[in-house]
Nanobody, 110 residues
Framework: VQLAEYGGGLVRPGGSLTLSCVAS????????LSWLRQVPGKERDLVAS???????YYADFVKGRFTISRDNAKSKLYLQMNDLKPEDTAVYYC?????RGQGTQVTVSS
């Protein structure tokens, strides 16, 4: 199982970013997937998840601003992030169960 995130970067408050995750080594369409985030020194938080039936869940702190989606044909998971806030600064990981990628840094700062 391999997961590789990309698309992070530096963005101003109020801005947008789209994270992508490329998956391999398992049947992508049969699995639920998640986005997590972690700030150094703090616990890792679940940001959003999507089931194989495309049911979605969002943490309260991103609800209405972030959208999780998947493209089963490309084995890709996405996280569209709008109206970003400084407190969204973290390393973002895609995950399948306990397996996660190496993460991509998102920094929200003016």
């Amino acid at each position: 199982v391999q997961l590789a995130e990309y698309g992070g970067g530096l963005v101003r408050p109020g801005g947008s970013l789209t994270l992508s995750c490329v998956a391999s080594g398992f049947t992508f369409s049969n699995n639920g997937l998640s986005w997590l985030r972690q700030v150094p020194g703090k616990e890792r938080d679940l940001v959003a998840s999507i089931s194989r039936e495309n049911n979605t869940y969002y943490a309260d702190f991103v609800k209405g601003r972030f959208t999780i989606s998947r493209d089963n044909a490309k084995s890709k998971l996405y996280l569209q992030m709008n109206d970003l806030k400084p407190e969204d600064t973290a390393v973002y990981y895609c995950a399948r169960g306990l397996t996660r990628g190496q993460g991509t840094q998102v920094t929200v700062s003016s």
